[in-house]
């Protein structure tokens, strides 16, 4: 495993990649003040880069941190709390290089409900046939927590009750979301919100029919491959909001 205390410089494309990310997902409503995302440092590594504890619209390239899958960082700064969300999904997940954990509002509601989340649009297609699952900390953790995912084995628990997913909820709290990319994990989380929106208002009309398990995995093969598409539209946005446009 490498390590290093200071900013990423190996690979300056990832790294702008994922400060792009912070901005989008703050732009697009996903984040705000907190939530964060990630990226694993290379594939088949064992370490990730993390802001330092900071609001996301505020991350430059030389806030990231790299971690270790026990949520360690070897620089002095201040490391988000649930750190310990991006380090036991990546080692549950080999696969997964990038992961969102957010508070997006239309989301949580399905935390709180027997409703399950499931997709209504072509475009969330990504969260499949079965229901969104949901991580409830009271059952690992006792009924007094702050609900933050703030050691390895809450971490490991939520990477748990994600499984094979695409996203997760968390109960009274708000989301995870991942990727085999950086783009892909800002793609899903940003349809999460929408389809939540979605499938709120149909539910408020009548039963919502919802795609079928069939149309869910066609709709993200196909459209999934186009995430990137999204991903530089939202880049030039920020681009042109930061006036470097
Ligand atoms: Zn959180």
Redesign the pocket.
């Known amino acids: 495993m490498t390590q290093q205390a200071t900013t990423p410089a190996a690979d300056l494309s990832t790294v702008a990649d994922l400060v792009a990310a912070n901005h989008i997902l703050v732009r697009q409503g996903v984040l705000d003040a ?2 964060h995302v990630s990226m694993r440092v290379a594939p088949g590594a064992d370490t990730f880069w993390l802001s330092r504890n900071l609001a996301p619209g505020s991350v430059t390239a030389a806030d990231l941190l790299e971690h270790d899958l026990d949520g360690r960082t070897q620089d002095p700064r201040k490391p988000y709390l ?1 750190r310990f969300i991006h380090a036991e999904i990546y080692r549950r997940r080999p696969e997964v290089m990038a992961v969102v ?1 957010s ?1 997006s509002p239309a989301v949580v509601p399905f935390s709180l409900v027997a409703t399950p989340m499931r997709p209504v649009i072509h475009m969330a297609g990504f969260l499949g046939g079965a229901r969104t699952p949901v991580f409830e900390i009271a059952d690992v953790a006792g009924d007094d927590t702050d609900l ?2 703030t050691s390895s084995a809450l971490g490991a628990a939520l990477a748990e009750t994600l499984g094979e997913s695409a996203v997760a909820l ?1 109960r009274g ?2 989301s995870v979301a991942v990727g085999s990319s950086v783009q892909e994990a800002v793609y899903r989380a940003v349809y999460t919100e929408i389809n939540a929106h979605t499938q709120a208002s149909a539910l408020a009309l009548g039963e919502p029919r919802y795609l079928t398990s069939g149309e869910a995995d066609t709709a993200r093969r196909t459209i999934g491959a186009q995430s990137v598409r999204a991903w530089d539209v939202w880049r030039e946005q920020v681009r042109v909001a930061a006036g470097q446009g």
């Open positions: 907190f939530g649930e954990h508070h933050l995912i968390m709290h708000g």
